[in-house]
Each structure stands twice: as structure tokens, then as C-alpha cells.
């Protein structure tokens, strides 16, 4: 579990890949509706900075796929920060996907870019080799299918899947869980309600081959400048410190709870599963 403290100069080295990917963004959200967050801070923080919240629990070169990835959240910010890995977008939605390739070329032309800016700095000439080396998103594919679809051919393929603001999570793990290889993981994105969530999910991810391991939980900053001070180190505070009450609820103010429940395939899923006609929204397992 990294700092968000981390997190953050990790955005900030990917500062003009990111800054892209904003500008992408809001133009393409004026004719498709991808997201309701629009305003430069907010995207940065609840959508690149959420996104890359669990990375340090993405062992280096995962096969990992999104399900449901939208407007590419949160996988391409993983991608970004970690090119390592190699990422399937699956999305029901063919305008969401024609955005994510749209994107990925826009990425990759700003990563080239930076690149041979590099190179020129420390007096290197122009080596092709090398600069097909660093396709960072050419190991990149988005579909168009629906999650029971997609799973038909493509079932326990992957070390990670992840998903975020899709499902409730007895529903979701029935989309997951079936395309991750026993040993891998599933991250699920929650806010602060999680715990009846999980609760109510417990028999699906049984069922389904999986087992909780733990639940990472986050504090989002108000933006990347702000450093959070941890609660704990609050609560011990006494009288001494009244004085201080308004600096410090303003040092420690946030955009709320961040929960990753982090969940291990231990063993295959039933070929049953998951199941089709939308069973696992309107009927899911419990």
C-alpha cells in the first residue's frame, strides 16, 4: 500500500501524459457522455489519482483487464504509471471505446515526444530502434462487448482485473472473478459504504472461486498539493492544540473514503458462471 504522498510524484513525472489525457477527455465529453467531472483538480485527484491508488498490488508485467473501463478509469491512469503491464479495455459501449483508441494514440504520440526531448538533452542521435522500443501503448486493446461476453473466450487469461463504479459487488465479482487465472486478484473500487457491499457479496465470491485477502482504504486529498496529516495522529490531541482547530481541520479536510477490496482467485470458477441474460445484475448471487 503506497503513500498518497507517492502516488502523487508519480502523477507528477507523468505530469504532460496525464495533461493529455485531461484535454482528451473534456473535448471528447462534449459529444459522448463520459463522465460528470469535468473541472481540472477533480479529475486529477478523483480520477487519476483514485485510479492508481492499489498499483503496488499489480505485480510487474500483469496481463490486467478493466471491465467496464468508460472513459479508461482506472486502468489507463495504471498504465501511465506503470507501462509494464499489458492492459485489455472492455467497455458495452462502442463511442466509450472509439474514445479509449482515440486516446491510447494521443498517449503514445506524448510519450514519444517526451522521449525523443530526452534524447535530445543528453546529445543522443535519433535511433529508431529504440523508439519502437517504447510503444508504451501499443500492448493495449479496447472491445466492445459486454462483460458475459467477452468472458466466453477470454476466461482466466488475466492476473488482475479491475473495475470501478460499474456494479454492486455481488454482481461484479460474477464479471471478474471468471476471467482472472487462479493465484491473481480482482481490485474493486469502493467509497465508504462498502462494508454491507461486501457483506451481501461474501457467498458469490465463494462461490465464484475467490477470497478476500484485505480492503485498502484512502483518503483522497483536495488536490495534489495537499499532503494529508493521518487521523490517528489527531486523535490524541488535547486542549493544547484548541487553538489550532481551524488549521488543522483544514490540513486534514479530503474528498472522502477510498476503498480497494482486494480479492484472491483461489480456485477456478464454475463453467456456469458468469451467467448471461443479465442474471448477475437482476439476479444476483446470494
Known amino acids: 500500500m503506497e503513500e498518497i504522498k507517492t502516488l502523487i510524484e508519480k502523477?507528477?513525472?507523468h505530469n504532460s501524459e496525464f495533461e493529455k489525457y485531461y484535454s482528451q477527455l473534456t473535448q471528447y465529453n462534449r459529444k459522448v457522455n463520459l463522465t460528470a467531472i469535468t473541472e481540472k483538480n477533480e479529475v486529477f485527484v478523483k480520477h487519476f489519482l483514485d485510479s492508481i491508488l492499489p498499483i503496488a498490488?499489480?505485480?510487474p508485467g500483469?496481463?490486467?483487464v478493466d471491465v467496464g473501463s468508460g472513459a479508461g478509469f482506472p486502468s489507463l491512469p495504471i498504465k501511465i504509471v506503470r507501462p509494464d503491464i499489458s492492459l485489455t479495455m472492455v467497455d458495452s459501449l462502442n463511442k466509450r471505446v472509439n474514445f479509449l483508441?482515440?486516446?491510447c494514440e494521443k498517449l503514445q504520440e506524448t510519450h514519444l515526444q517526451n522521449f525523443a526531448i530526452e534524447e535530445q538533452k543528453?546529445?543522443?542521435p535519433f535511433n529508431a530502434k529504440m523508439h519502437k522500443n517504447k510503444q508504451t501503448y501499443a500492448n493495449i486493446n479496447a472491445v466492445h462487448a459486454r462483460a458475459e461476453d467477452f468472458c466466453l473466450n477470454n476466461r482466466e487469461k488475466f492476473d488482475v482485473a479491475v473495475a470501478r463504479a460499474v456494479a454492486?459487488?455481488?454482481t461484479l465479482v460474477e464479471y471478474l472473478l471468471p476471467l482472472v487465472k487462479v493465484g491473481g486478484v480482482v481490485l474493486a473500487y469502493k467509497g465508504s459504504g462498502y462494508a454491507d457491499e461486501l457483506n451481501e457479496a461474501q457467498k458469490a465470491i465463494e462461490i465464484l472461486g475467490g477470497k478476500v485477502e484485505k480492503v485498502l482504504t484512502y483518503n483522497l486529498p483536495t488536490s495534489l498539493e495537499n499532503e494529508i496529516i493521518e487521523n490517528e495522529n489527531l486523535s490524541t490531541k488535547t486542549n493544547k492544540d484548541t487553538e489550532n482547530k481551524n488549521l488543522t481541520e483544514k490540513q486534514t479536510e479530503t474528498l472522502g473514503e477510498r476503498n480497494i477490496i482486494l480479492i484472491?482467485?483461489?480456485?477456478?470458477t464454475p463453467k456456469q458462471y458468469p451467467r448471461g441474460q443479465n442474471k448477475p445484475k437482476t439476479q444476483p448471487i446470494c
Open 11 to 13: 502523477i507528477k513525472a
Open 57 to 59: 498490488e499489480i505485480k
Open 62 to 64: 500483469a496481463r490486467v
Open 101 to 103: 483508441n482515440v486516446l
Open 122 to 124: 543528453q546529445g543522443l
Open 168 to 170: 454492486k459487488l455481488n
Open 264 to 268: 484472491k482467485k483461489i480456485k477456478p
